[in-house]
């Protein structure tokens, strides 16, 4: 079986590689699209265009229609394949975004832009107003901070925070409320399922793991949620929870109280194996905190046994090209004395 793969050559072969594969008459070779591998070894996942349109009719039927985006993120992966594709629906190319410092010249007359809260954070710095100006500025690719949403939204950008992954054709989740012919299910304690027509139909040379993921018509994610006030609420990876010491972890919970530290600029929390406790809780912090500083912190509002056992301080966290967090990497540094 061959594949487009709109990953690799100038913009302009990109774009043209993906407006041929949107033209064909007859449903094309499927688009392969490798995952970030920001935990483990890339998959790579098999889209079909019917689910990629699928997923970029949605989108724009949510936000109020078609309009001119700009990409700030790698082509590479999903998020920037359906910029591509939401784009040339439109009946334009999108605009490219060369060098961040100019951002205010590359965003004039567009619609729409998708960021990472990395981005965004900086952004905000430099270009508050500039992303006031679009309709909407969708935010994924990993947790969303609540206090920089807040700050963003105090400015006037109206964010769009996105669910999904490769697996979904990209965000099938706006606002914690599925796009329109996508179902969730939800079960207490089990990872959340996605079904419609947005679904990858496999990862390529993997029937094995293809068949784990894709149960009776259900995507199975590797992430945990819950249904409040009627929207999803993403709780977290399920290799996210660590056991340290037998009991049970969720460090995304840990991470968001430590970035409400007044010292904190940013952190990540993971565990890490550990001869005595199974897994060790370690906090990689951007800020000036002790550990014992971040115990007492987090002890204020969780159990004490919820504290991380270890804190590596850094200038910055590590990020892969399309702007998540570099987990491997921040395991490889907690290898030695945290």
Not at 11 to 22: D, I, K, Y
Not at 98 to 109: I, K, L, R, V, Y
Not at 154 to 178: A, M, N, W
Request: hydrophobic residues 45%; contains cysteine; charged residues 20%.
């Amino acid at each position: 079986m061959s594949f487009l793969r709109p990953v690799h050559g100038t913009a302009p072969e990109v774009f043209g590689a993906v407006r041929a594969w949107l033209d064909a008459e007859a449903e094309p070779e499927p688009l392969m699209v490798e995952t970030s591998g920001s935990t483990g070894r890339p998959k790579r996942v098999v889209l079909s265009r019917r689910a990629v349109l699928a997923s970029a009719h949605a989108a724009h039927e949510r936000l109020g229609g078609s309009g001119t985006w700009l990409l700030t993120v790698p082509a590479s992966y999903v998020a920037g394949v359906q910029v591509v594709v939401r784009a040339l629906l439109h009946g334009a190319e999108p605009v490219v975004l060369e060098d961040h410092g100019s951002f205010a010249a590359a965003a004039t007359g567009c619609r729409y832009v998708s960021l990472v809260p990395t981005q965004l954070h900086r952004l905000l710095e430099t270009d508050a107003a500039v992303l006031a100006g679009f309709d909407a500025v969708l935010l994924g690719g990993g947790p969303v901070d609540p206090a920089l949403r807040a700050r963003a939204e105090e400015q006037g950008v109206r964010v769009v925070v996105t669910y999904g992954s490769s697996e979904t054709s990209g965000g099938c989740v706006y606002d914690g409320l599925p796009l329109d012919g996508v179902e969730l299910d939800v079960p207490e304690g089990q990872p959340i399922r996605i079904r419609g027509p947005v679904l990858f139909d496999g990862y390529d040379g993997d029937p094995e793991l293809t068949a784990r993921a894709l149960v009776d018509g259900w995507f199975v994610t590797s992430d945990l949620g819950r249904i409040v006030d009627g929207r999803l609420r993403v709780l977290g990876r399920v290799d996210d929870v660590v056991i340290t010491g037998g009991i049970n972890v969720p460090a995304p919970a840990v991470a968001k109280r430590l970035r409400a530290h007044p010292s904190v600029q940013t952190v990540e929390v993971l565990g890490v194996p550990d001869d005595e406790w199974g897994q060790r809780l370690v906090a990689f912090v951007v800020g000036d905190l002790t550990l014992d500083e971040a115990r007492d912190w987090v002890s204020a509002e969780h159990p004490r046994a919820w504290a991380p056992r270890g804190l590596v301080r850094l200038d910055a966290l590590p990020h892969l090209p399309n702007g998540k967090v570099d987990r491997l990497t921040l395991r490889r540094l907690a290898e030695g004395p945290a």
